[in-house]
């Protein structure tokens, strides 16, 4: 699994340009959602991971509480981004027992269930 951390810091946030392509670095991905003191706690997560997916052009697709389905985290998004010509990109992004870090990792074999289940939210909704 390919997982980076970083602490919150000010923002600084990359132009969009430089996060729309076809696969960004998990690097830049985590430099689009850094939290500021004013936005600590599950609200400021959300927000944060949701204005970097409209800044990536991804599609932010659920927000929930860890609850033993990853592991070092009180809260968990997944995000998923088109890419031409490969299967869709699904992100695990986690807020961290501080409240304050929070890491973006693609997931694998201890985090299949999430992925799975964000196949699954998404088929349903393109069936409504």
Do not use: H, W
């Not at 860890?66 to 890419?83: E, F, N, P, T, V």
């Not at 869709?88 to 973006?104: H, N, P, Q, S, Y």
């Amino acid at each position: 699994m390919q997982e980076s951390a970083q602490a919150a810091t000010p923002p600084t946030r990359p132009a969009a340009s430089s996060l729309k392509s076809a696969s960004p670095s998990l690097d830049a991905v985590e430099r689009a959602m850094t939290l500021d003191d004013t936005m600590l706690g599950r609200a400021g997560f959300v927000a944060t991971v949701q204005t970097a997916a409209r800044d990536l052009e991804a599609e932010y697709l659920f927000e929930l509480p860890a609850s033993g389905l990853a592991l070092d985290c009180q809260r968990i998004a997944m995000l998923r981004m088109k890419a031409e010509g490969r299967d869709d990109i699904f992100l695990l992004v986690k807020l961290a027992e501080d409240g304050r870090t929070i890491t973006v990792a693609e997931p694998d074999e201890d985090t299949k269930g999430l992925t799975d289940f964000a196949r699954a939210f998404v088929n349903v909704l393109t069936r409504l």
